[in-house]
């Protein structure tokens, strides 16, 4: 491991902040993208099921 | 152009086309990718935040490498594979395909944003400023454009099968741009670093340093891959719902 304390990994000599703000990106980059992508996905079948329904009734 | 009639390609290329052998095709592939996306990019983000050495003369800052490389990677590639896919449609008239480069978009779009951020965040530190108009950074910049100009022509085309040929040929026209992308660090002066991978030579850095960014990289690309799948398959939800076989699915 190259970092020695917790703090020092927190720290990154002085870089810490630059470091750890494009990790926060990239990580919500790839969470906000897997959300959209699932909640459209629900969305999607539940629109095409409730008109299922509606069609199955008429 | 006979030859082009009797030309055939391979049954999987027809099959494609289908959409709803898309459908299962991506519900079958998918756990891989994510699978494969999951363990590679924690193994590289473990390793680069963790086990890699930092650099001599940038410090414990180059380890931004590790989300800002996969980033612009993914960013030039995916406009790349959005014109193939799109190409693929205009040609062989395939709305799959189209489906396919219209989810390609934001992912891409997402991608090359995380590329410009990451590196504006890694240029404070290096270069002591956040943004320079250098070749390199300003065609990635006309790249996000570009993206925009893709989105913003299929939100405004509402027929699915013209805005695909419209934005096929924009994606095209704009793949010009990723070859200066590529070749910006060699045929201008420029502030940023050149290539960190080239096929033809071994990396400049060291197996400890660039392992992880491979893995983060081949990582990133099957999350996209995973991620193109189930936009995809949305899409074919939507575009396919009077079809029999989206009520015979959505039923159980």
Known sequence: MYFTSFEQFINMNGHGFYVWLSYACFALLVVTNIWVAQQRHRRLRKQIKSRLGRSAKV | ?252
């Open chain 2, 1 to 252: 152009m006979s030859w082009f009639d009797n030309w055939h390609l391979p049954k999987w290329f027809y099959q494609m086309a289908s959409p709803k052998w898309f459908y299962d095709f991506g519900a079958r592939l998918q756990p891989w990718f994510a699978g494969l996306a999951l363990i590679l990019i924690s193994w590289g983000l473990v390793w680069g935040l963790l086990y890699a050495p930092a650099d001599y003369q940038q410090g414990n800052s180059f380890r931004i490498i590790y989300v800002h490389v996969p980033a612009a990677i993914l960013g030039q590639s995916l406009f790349l594979f959005m014109a193939v896919a799109g190409a693929i449609g205009l040609i062989w008239k395939i709305k799959v395909a189209f489906m396919v480069a219209r989810s390609a978009t934001l992912v891409g779009a997402s991608f090359t944003a995380l590329a410009l951020i990451t590196g504006a965040v890694w240029g404070k530190p290096t270069w002591g400023t956040y943004w320079v108009w250098d070749a390199r950074l300003t065609s990635t910049l006309i790249l996000l454009f570009l993206y925009t100009g893709v989105m913003a022509l299929n939100q405004a085309i509402p027929d699915r099968s013209v805005a695909g040929r419209a934005t096929a040929i924009l994606a095209i026209i704009g793949s010009i741009n990723i070859p200066i992308i590529k070749y910006s660090v060699d045929w201008w002066n420029t502030l940023h670093q050149p290539s960190t991978f080239t096929l033809t030579s071994k990396p400049s850095m060291p197996p400890e340093m660039y392992i992880p960014l491979l893995l983060m990289v081949i990582g990133c690309y099957c999350f996209c891959a995973w991620l193109i799948m189930q936009r995809t398959r949305n899409e074919i939800l939507d575009q396919e719902r009077q079809s029999s076989w989206v009520a015979r699915y959505l039923e159980d």
